[in-house]
């Protein structure tokens, strides 16, 4: 075991360099040292891949409760309408597309649910290093963008749940379907609420206490808590570590629990992209490459579409609307997700990831370079655009300007936690002091 992850990490950090070096994702340095240690380039493997896949499925639980750490329902509601909307038109229009992509292929309806699956969600890892590699980190467009990329891993966690549910049963069944999302949403919920309530409060009781080592002990055991929790209650464990994360990040560590988070997940990630990359056999991306050029057509033209379309009707600007929709042409680590689920579950189709992961590699590969065109894009359309669109593109800056410096003295105010839990204790003293009164008043009656 220690001589596999010895190979794992030497190849995974020379190949990553090389790639560093040569200006490229380290994510894609990651799925070559994969290829390099798998299976099908020396004709066998160097490493255990049972070893390598317990190690990667681990890796996918610390990146979804990292993701979870990151989920901030305050800004998230401060996003609302461009997040909200801009989400469901990018994650419903891609799925359509990928939907119809799949029957044209004449796949059957599982595979191509799970293909839509698949090329409905960006990478919030590669969109967020691209953003920052490219010094746009403090753009207007990046906070609704963070938003929507919410928003998608909340929906790619919940999918996982529905297409792991229609695979086991081997058929769609539209109330049974709607039971399932009803029951994951009232469990959320509870979740979420009983979490505000109790682990808020105890870390502030015991912060004094709280050291690094102590923290990240105990925040990794409440992560692995709520992930046996969810395996409990018939739920991917996967959801129960992004949980945890999302009540975590609502307490006043989050910020200092992400930061010691940090090098933890980037290890286990690393070797969650080496594992897709064992998985994947050169030969076949030759002899699939017109599928590959085809998905990859699909994700780049339809993620601009939709992501554009979504944020301008969500009331983005055109500029942040197609900075938007041009940075998130790439497909990542929950297409994977959804791909081994598939795989797991033995109704994936063996030629459709290899395809994926190539679409990836290629779509992520291209995001610098397309994300750099939005805004000459952008000054081309408002070049050639008519003068009445001009003035309805020119009023949206203005009222969008406007509403963002009237949000900022909003910023500081309580978090949610601090809401949820004042919402209830408001609630419970006001059903006292009626059921007090209440009381008083029979008391009176009697006595007269």
Known sequence: MVQDLYILMITAGVVSLLFKLLKQPVVLGYIVAGVLVGPYVFGKTLVDPHNVEAWGNIGVLF????????????????????AAI??????????????????????DMLNSLFLAGMLCMSSTTIVMKAVDEAGLSKERFVKGATSILIIEDVVAVVLMVLLSSIAIKHQFEGVELLKKVGVLAITLVVWFIVGILIIPTLLRKVKKYLNDETLIILSLGLCLGMVLTAEEAGFSSALGAFVMGTILAE???????????????NVFAAIFFVSVGMMINPGNLVEYWPSILLICAVIIIGMILFGTLGCWWGGETMRDAMQTGFSFVQIGEFSFIIAGLGGTLGVL?????????????????????????????????????????????????????????ASRAEENGPSVADKVQHAVRKTFITKRVVNLFIKNMSENDKKE
């Open 86 to 107: 801009g989400a469901l038109t990018i994650i419903g229009g891609m799925m359509l597309l990928g939907f119809g992509v799949g029957q044209w292929a004449e796949m």
């Open 63 to 82: 990146v979804l409760f990292c993701i979870g750490l990151e989920f901030r329902i305050k800004n998230l509601i401060a996003s609302g309408k461009v």
């Open 349 to 405: 189709h063996p030629a459709i990831y290899p395809i994926i992961v190539a679409a990836s590699v290629v779509t992520t590969f291209l995001t610098p370079y397309i994300m750099k065109a939005s805004v000459p894009c952008y000054n081309f359309l408002y070049k050639h655009a008519s003068e009445r669109f001009k003035a309805k593109l020119d009023a949206r800056e203005a009222a969008v300007a406007a509403a963002e410096q």
């Open 251 to 265: 307490t006043v560590e989050s910020h200092r629990i992400e930061h010691l988070m940090t090098p933890l997940k």
